[in-house]
């Protein structure tokens, strides 16, 4: 193995310890001072939707909604395109539908414009995920 190969394989191996290591972060359990940033976040959303199981605001409950498939919270009338999206509720699409609504899911009726700030995202969905 020559040098050039031997560096291109170490970079390679480090990228690839890099991006295991940042896959592990994501997937570790919130602590509370995220969660506690992730409510405090969802100040906003409070406008339209409850965390409260079965109780509807302009938009569904967010309660349990972590893992779900979009458009199947009982009791609400979800939009066609919301329906048909065929998304489900786990951190990636979260933070993506989050970031900006109307791009994930063009037609949805969430007039929210989104979020752009990382960190408040992921503290937020942080917080969804502990809502049962």
């Not at 390679?12 to 976040?41: V, Y």
């Not at 972590?66 to 066609?80: D, H, I, L, M, P």
């Not at 063009?106 to 992921?122: H, I, L, V, Y």
Request: aromatic share 6%.
């Amino acid at each position: 193995m020559n040098h050039r190969t031997l560096k291109r394989s170490i970079l390679a191996g480090m990228a690839l310890c890099a991006a295991s290591s940042m896959a592990l972060a994501q997937d570790a359990a919130p602590d509370a001072a995220q969660i506690q940033r992730g409510k405090q976040a969802f100040q906003v959303c409070l406008a339209c939707h409850s965390v409260t199981k079965g109780q509807q605001g302009i938009g569904p409950s967010l309660a349990g909604i972590y893992g779900t498939k979009a458009g199947e919270v009982a009791g609400y009338r979800f939009s066609g395109p919301m329906k048909r999206s065929g998304l489900t509720w786990d951190a990636a699409t979260l933070d993506k539908f989050i970031a900006n609504p109307q791009a994930v899911v063009p037609g949805t009726r969430m007039p929210f414009s989104g979020m752009p700030d990382a960190n408040e995202r992921k503290d937020l969905i942080a917080y969804l995920s502990t809502l049962k």
